[in-house]
T-cell receptor
Framework: ETGVTQSPTHLIKTRGQQVTLRCSSQ?????VSWYQQALGQGPQFIFQ???????GRGNFPPRFSGLQFPNYSSELNVNALELDDSALYLC?????????FGPGTRLLVL | GENVEQHPSTLSVQEGDSAVIKCTYS??????FPWYKQELGKGPQLIID?????GEKKDQRIAVTLNKTAKHFSLHITETQPEDSAVYFC??????????FGSGTQLTVLP
């Protein structure tokens, strides 16, 4: 059974740029959630996708957007990057309540 | 929205001793409470969870207790080992239909 994978592992961008992060779900999981984890803090829920539709959103501005594809893989897009967007971005897939996290993408905004 | 508070933020124990981490939540509709272990450079890994219809759950050296009346739940690790050293997060799933995480506990097991 293949777990959740994310790409890239690390990324450096400058303020104002746009970024796309990718996630491949665990086999059989139809739900994907994205989280932002700032250094020294717990993950914060960004949004969730279920069968290609957004199924819930946390307290993040519209410049954070996403997609889920028919194979249940997903993308997180962030426009107009700000310095505070520097964080570990985690993807979690699930079939039911138990979420399985990927290793994350470390984003640094300069 | 849901608020989850976690204590302590750091915890050091001697190998073989027990460790206890406590969390409180605010949403009385919360019904699922997972615990995650996060090692350096990795994503959180689910280690145990409990649902609101159960007061206690145990899996080998790890146990979780839930007090719905007081809205708090705890993680207990017995016979700690150096490989238990990591950051532990509690979380709750409530009426907003999303996981809300605590701020984490850095557990260090001293050999």
């Amino acid at each position: 059974e293949t777990g959740v994978t994310q790409s890239p592992t690390h990324l450096i961008k400058t303020r104002g740029q746009q970024v796309t992060l990718r996630c491949s779900s665990q086999s059989g999981h139809n739900t994907v959630s994205w989280y932002q984890q700032a250094l020294g803090q717990g993950p914060q829920f960004i949004f969730q996708y279920y069968r290609e539709e957004e199924n819930g959103r946390g307290n993040f501005p519209p410049r954070f957007s996403g997609l889920q594809f028919p194979n249940y893989s997903s993308e997180l897009n962030v426009n107009a990057l700000e310095l505070d967007d520097s964080a570990l971005y985690l993807c979690a897939s699930s079939f039911g309540a138990d979420e399985n996290f990927g290793p994350g993408t470390r984003l640094l905004v300069l | 929205g849901e608020n989850v508070e976690q204590h302590p933020s750091t915890l050091s124990v001697q190998e073989g001793d027990s460790a206890v981490i406590k969390c409180t939540y605010s949403d009385s509709a919360s019904n699922y409470f997972p615990w995650y272990k996060q090692e350096l450079g990795k994503g959180p890994q689910l280690i145990i969870d409990i649902r609101s219809n159960v007061g206690e759950k145990k899996d080998q050296r790890i146990a979780v207790t839930l007090n719905k009346t007081a809205k708090h739940f705890s993680l207990h690790i017995t016979e700690t080992q150096p490989e238990d050293s990591a950051v532990y997060f509690c979380a709750s799933y409530g009426s907003a239909r999303q996981l809300t995480f605590g701020s984490g506990t850095q557990l260090t097991v001293l050999p």
